[in-house]
């Protein structure tokens, strides 16, 4: 079965995270130069994560728009929903404003957000567990 669009979105999301805190840290390690190559390695990796945050609440609209209960399930009332919806765009909003003030805390916060999509697909059986050593990236962030 293909993995759907919200679980590689944020697979890609954490693994551009982790990347982007690695990057933050060498460009603090430098000072915190704003111009030449480690500015640029630096904006680059904050815009990957700006960007796939921005794609994601574009899937989760329009899993709300066309058809909420794919997202959590048709079984859980309108309240359930609403506030799943509302928790994981929380979560993209914490992503994100971590990526501008606190890269440090990407990491954490980009790891429990794939947990996240992972517990909501799952709960409605649209994935299969899929072992942590299988995604994209994961023996390399350990």
Not at 103 to 129: D, H, K
Request: charged share 20%.
């Amino acid at each position: 079965m293909p993995q759907p669009t919200l679980l590689q979105l944020a697979q890609d999301l954490e693994w551009l995270g982790c990347e982007f805190e690695h990057y933050g840290h060498e460009h603090a390690m430098m000072g915190f130069p704003q111009s030449g190559p480690a500015w640029e390695t630096f904006c680059d990796k904050q815009r990957g994560v700006l960007v796939t945050a921005d794609k994601i609440e574009r899937e989760l609209k329009n899993a709300v728009r066309y058809n909420p209960s794919w997202l959590v399930g048709v079984e859980l009332p309108l309240d359930e929903t609403l506030d799943s919806i509302a928790a994981l765009w929380g979560a993209v909003g914490e992503i994100k404003h971590c990526s501008v003030v606190d890269v440090q805390l990407l990491p954490s916060n980009v790891r429990a957000f794939t947990r996240m999509i992972e517990e909501y697909l799952q709960a409605m059986g649209s994935v299969a567990a899929q072992p942590q050593s299988f995604r994209r990236g994961a023996s390399a962030r350990g």
